[in-house]
């Protein structure tokens, strides 16, 4: 014991090197939605649709296809992927915009059910940039020695809190889940984030209105709406900046890049963020929103493990990742693929 009550150095975990992606797992429901499907009840046309935003489809989750499912199933292929076994996972950090249960939260539900039984786990809420929002997290805490492997994953059913009916938001958004599995690496593999928000916009992208006070009925629930202008100018504006900042903090160029998966909210959105980088011929642009459209959370895991499974990308090439949405929040940053 220390005398007089003086403080004692505190014992850490041994840092490491660095962290990496170590496996990429998805989870698309089965139920395909075209655009002729959703035009209907918004006076719209296929036509529209894909001019507007560039989608042609969507998933829809069934009725058991819960964000909670969704994840672990997502999950597992990733762990599979990487070779880690379930017990082996010591954080789970699932970021969803789409999870109506507040309390109690959804990631030590995912853990349980992944095998991963004694992990620490906690939802994270950076709404469509909370993928990589949590994957900065991972990467600090194992580079900081707190954890060994952690499991990442997006998971939304954006068709629980979007209205069918409204013209600006009911046929930009689908369902799903990705996932990863970072863990330690000899040399940083994951690249310093570069992220921020601007809380005085926060009104962009927002809920009709709050949640009923204790005791309160509602007929209707909040629905998710969305000034699209506003946030399409603001997206193509912040894309740009933090992800040439990402690049700089990695110490890398675009040249260097195998991909660039941004946050899949809108075609004209990722082809506007593309060109402005002026990204040479050989960088893959993901372009998942065309058939999964807007899955929040779960866009970037899900446009990342799309680029893998066709074997679009190499091995061990690097991709700049970059979320952005409601907060008005923003996260890039460059990780080196699996």
């Known amino acids: 014991m220390a005398a007089d009550g003086a403080a004692r150095g505190l014992s850490v975990p041994a840092a490491v090197p660095g962290a990496r992606i170590l496996g990429v797992g998805a989870y698309r429901p089965s139920r395909v939605v075209p655009n002729a499907e959703v035009a209907a009840a918004i006076d719209s046309s296929d036509d529209w649709i894909r001019r507007r935003s560039g989608i042609a489809t969507r998933r829809f989750a069934a009725p058991d296809d819960t964000v909670v499912d969704m994840a672990a199933a997502a999950s597992l292929k990733a762990l599979a992927q ?51 929002h949590a ?15 952690v499991v990442v ?15 600006g938001t009911a046929f930009l958004f689908g369902d799903g889940a990705g996932a990863v599995v970072v863990g330690p690496a000899d040399e940083p593999g994951i690249g310093p984030v570069v992220w921020g928000s601007e809380g005085d916009r926060h009104g962009a ?48 160029d675009a040249g260097d890049l195998a991909a660039f998966v941004p946050h899949q909210a809108n ?8 060109a402005a980088l002026r990204l040479p ?58």
Do not use: K, Y
């Open 267 to 274: 075609l004209r959105i990722v082809d506007g963020a593309a």
């Open 205 to 252: 992208i927002a809920h009709s209105g709050p949640w009923p006070a204790p005791g309160a009925s509602v007929t209707v629930a909040p629905t998710l709406r969305m000034d699209g202008p506003a946030v399409f100018r603001w997206a193509v504006a912040t894309v740009p900046v933090a992800a040439r900042a990402a690049l700089a903090a990695a110490g890398v």
């Open 281 to 338: 011929p050989h960088v893959v642009v993901a372009r998942d929103v065309v058939h999964t459209a807007n899955t929040s959370a779960a866009s970037v895991p899900l446009a990342l493990e799309e680029l893998i499974a066709r074997g679009a990308v190499p091995r061990r090439g690097l991709a700049l990742l970059v979320g952005f949405g409601a907060g008005l929040s923003h996260a890039a940053q460059v990780v080196a693929l699996p």
């Open 153 to 167: 994953v997006g998971s939304e059913r954006m068709t629980d809190i979007v209205d069918p009916t409204d013209r």
């Open 135 to 149: 994957l900065a997290t991972a990467d600090s805490l194992i580079r900081s020695g707190t954890s060994r492997h």
């Open 82 to 132: 990487a070779g880690i076994a379930p017990d082996a996972v010591d954080t789970v950090l699932l970021a969803s915009m789409s999870q109506l249960t507040q309390s109690p939260p959804a990631a030590p539900r995912v853990a349980h059910r992944i095998g991963a039984v004694s992990a620490g786990a906690l939802d994270v809420g950076a709404a469509c940039a909370g993928f990589v």
